[in-house]
């Protein structure tokens, strides 16, 4: 047969035991079409049997591209790593991908997102798997949950420590793929891929090439097929000599909720007074006073989160293209999208493979990462990667542990207190009600990024919350700036039980951050 095959055929092909590498970025690039037809084969013939799938990134989400969750299936799935899974509000059900790892019926691992590209590479190159200082002192150290996401893979670890050269690293022995799944919007009838109307193109030309080198199969779903030769050389991603089987899907969404953009895909560019700026609020001031930490022709990495609105307030500021983004999927420079498009960005200047853009974080090449956190802990430690009360709240780590790692300035951005009742005025933010709990704790639950290791090695790190603005001494965590309207004994060393002190020579943050319109902020 041909390249171009059913859905059904392809999958015929994936056999027991396999090791299936996926490209997608939750809705983004998600082989959703052929991820069902496997869930759909094995409900029919009981095969294949006891996969093991690579995500360097979530396959699908919670709100209408099941992705992982189509072979989410007992039998079908023995074992999974993910740089992030699928997740939403507790107010929707759980993802089945989800009931296997809390119910301890899978091996289920959170590997970053670019130690998970590092693999797929250096499996590809033969090459004694991947040696690396991300991740250490974090739940990726073995010397704390080495990945694990409960006792199934707590028993059969993937990562190890090693001293090489009077310094410690991370081995993450090969990991070899036999199949990848991957996306793209053109195919012509030999296997050459193009990605025309994608908002990225990930991981997809690595995971190939690592599936090719080791003689596995590698399936490609894509919008369309056009005669061979039609498509020009420079435009082809991935070479038809990497592909075996092509597999349409004329209805395949750009992202959740979007069919296509042409926007998203660079094809066009919008006017820059086209985007929404973010809405008057607490997060709208939490994200002003990070922004202040910027400063004209920087380079920017951006995480999700309330740190995802700083764009839109440069925009809102007039400083639209005063400084150049650069997120993990791929785009850099433009305007980071947000919601379902998170992920995608409009007006980018250009579209790297993620492997790339993970190689450029790693090594700390960006000037300032704005992130968000779910807690913070008396040694700076900061947790986004697991809530074990209610765990599909949060994706896991992603690329937050790779971008960390070598950052040389962190912003962080969050809540201080969870369902505090807060008022906002033009010249105060006042704390109405004590909130459920403080987010400033004794322990964090996983710890995603070391704060002492940080400070020990001269990152620049700051903690931004609608109260004050923290750092990191000798001592634990100090609010060097008070937010107006809030007392400082009050609402922060006694909501925090403790855990911030407050600094003898605080100053206060600018009122503007509390303005209607715009802060008038200077770059």
Known sequence: MGKVVTPQQAV???SDNAVVTVSSSSGLGCPDLVLRALGER???EGHPRNLTTLHPIAAGDMYGIKGVDHIARDGLLS???AGSYPSGPSSMEMPEIWKMIVDNRIEAYNVPSGIMFDMHRDAAARKPGVFTQVGLETFVDPVREGCAMNERAAAAPIVHRHELAGDTWLHFPNIVPDVAIIRATTADETGNLTFEHEGATLGALDQAIAVRNHRGLVIAQVKRVTATGSLRPHDVHVPGHLVDLVVTDPDQ?????TGYDPAISGEIMRPWDSFSLAEHGIEKVIARRAAMELSQGQSANLGFGISANVPRILLEE???QAVTWAIEQGAVGGVPLTGFAFGCASNADAILPSPAQFTYFQGGGFDVSF???LEVDTDGNVNVSKLGKKPYLTAGCGGFVDIT???????FSGYFEAGARLELTPDALRVAQKGKFTKMVDTVEHVTFAGRRARARGQDVLYVTERCVMRLDD???????IMPGIEPEADIVQASEGRVRVCGNASRMPVSLLAEGPMGLML
């Open 12 to 14: 015929s092909q994936i």
């Open 405 to 411: 790692a070598n950052a040389r300035k962190i912003v």
């Open 42 to 44: 094995f409900e029919t």
């Open 318 to 320: 007039g400083h639209a």
């Open 253 to 257: 969404k750009q992202t959740t909720g």
């Open 79 to 81: 074992r999974i790593l």
């Open 475 to 481: 001592d634990g965590l100090v609010a060097t700036e």
């Open 371 to 373: 992130l968000s956190f």
